[in-house]
């Protein structure tokens, strides 16, 4: 998914736009995997 991919830049921004269901199937699915998912950090 691009999104993890963004996840690996030292990008200061990453955004997602999506229904609110579908941007929580995205964000648990990253936690899932390991990826800290910090709304406030990035």
């Not at 955004?15 to 929580?24: D, F, I, P």
Request: hydrophobic letters at 45%.
């Amino acid at each position: 998914m691009a999104l993890e991919s963004a996840f690996e830049t030292p990008a200061r921004y990453i955004g997602l736009l999506g229904s609110r269901r579908k941007t929580l199937m995205i964000y648990q699915r990253l936690l899932a995997q390991g990826i800290s998912v910090d709304a406030e950090g990035r």
